[in-house]
């Protein structure tokens, strides 16, 4: 799986550590951006596999990367997860 790239999306340090580390001894390349904009960015020039990304980041929620994300041509086949802690939006 050495060819798979995943995009992180988390500004949490400890979060970043509990997901990458797993994913990485997977043989998993691991992308990490740690807030909305630069997520967007990173998708962009990465075309990663698949992205995870976290609902309450700074910048630009992760509902709406994940929305930025599927019009784009890439981004409409590309899995994206989207997680949280704790989330207490609509």
Same mark, same amino acid.
Request: cysteine-free; glycine content about 16%; aromatic content about 8%.
């Given at each position: 799986m050495s060819n798979y790239t995943l995009l992180l999306i988390?500004?949490?340090p400890r979060s970043i550590e509990r997901m990458r580390r797993?994913?990485?001894q997977a043989g998993? /390349?691991?992308e990490v951006a740690t807030?909305?904009?630069?997520?967007?960015a990173a998708f962009e020039r990465l075309q990663p596999d698949a992205v995870i990304v976290e609902a309450m980041l700074p910048k630009r929620h992760g509902f709406e990367v994940c929305q930025e994300i599927?019009?784009?041509t890439h981004g409409k086949r590309t899995p994206v997860i989207v997680?949280?802690?704790?989330?207490?939006? /609509?």
């Open positions: 988390d500004y949490e797993p994913l990485e998993i /390349r691991v807030d909305g904009a630069a997520g967007l599927k019009k784009t997680t949280t802690g704790v989330y207490k939006g /609509r």
